[in-house]
């Protein structure tokens, strides 16, 4: 009766784990934040659903299913957890069913596969000794100036995710609060066929994704700390 938190690929099918496809082919319950994208990755892994369960399970239903799946889970079910890419909870739905899992004894099990925020960190050429993700900034301008005041004086990274329609209106805004000389990096499409990093300060980016030119694909936006990148690699003692 595990609950498994199965991270799924985010563009590209080869990054799943054959521990992944193994569990997804056993498990009783299946909780997709969309069901669609689901059986598309199910069908492409060559997996059928005969026998078992798949669920809505996303922001808009998670407060009633997570004690649905939770009372699965009590029976004996073994229930999955599968964003529409990436890995449950990171920005995605989940939460509440951990919670309930851990308070009824439920183990719980993450299964690691792929990140959009890891994955463009490393390539990102930013500091990666510390970093701060905030995943999807509030859509209201007020509480988003309240967070991004809060972070203008980090050492760390930040990294954030951001949509193709937004990114010409919140990136003017780091450079408002940040500076429009903070190094940064905007990761598009990634694991996928025209997976492109663009890296520069925060005003030439600006300058590049405007509201009349927005990219396309969701962004991972990451932005040096206070203090920048260092000049050298130097090992920390």
Do not use: W
């Not at 936006?221 to 050298?232: H, K, Q, S, T």
Request: hydrophobic fraction near 40%; charge should be negative; glycine fraction near 10%.
């Amino acid at each position: 009766m595990p609950l498994y938190l199965v991270a799924t690929p985010i563009g590209n099918l080869s990054d799943q784990s054959e521990r992944a496809r193994e569990i997804l082919a056993r498990a009783h319950v299946l909780a997709a934040e969309d069901t669609r994208s689901a059986r598309r990755l199910l069908a492409a892994l060559n997996i059928g659903l005969e026998g078992r369960d798949l669920v809505s399970y996303g922001d808009h239903n998670e407060k009633g299913m997570a004690p649905r799946l939770a009372e699965a889970l009590k029976n004996g079910r073994d229930v999955a957890v599968l964003s529409e890419g990436g890995t449950p909870l990171v920005s995605d739905p989940g939460f509440r069913l951990v919670r309930e899992a851990i308070a009824a004894g439920i183990p719980v099990v993450p299964v690691p596969g792929a990140c959009a925020a890891v994955a463009a960190l490393g390539a990102s050429g930013l500091p990666v000794h510390g970093f701060i993700f905030r995943g999807f900034l509030p859509k209201k301008p007020g509480a988003r100036r309240r967070i991004l005041e809060s972070l203008k004086d980090r050492e760390e990274t930040l990294i954030f995710y951001e949509s193709p329609q937004r990114i010409g209106k919140v990136l003017p805004e780091f450079v408002e609060l940040f500076g429009a000389g903070r190094p940064a990096c905007i990761a598009r499409e990634l694991t996928k066929l025209h997976e492109t990093f663009h890296r520069g300060t925060l005003g030439e980016l600006a300058a590049l994704f405007t509201a009349d030119h927005a990219p396309k694909g969701e962004c991972t936006v990451l932005i040096a700390g206070r203090d920048g990148p260092p000049d050298e690699f130097e090992e920390e003692s």
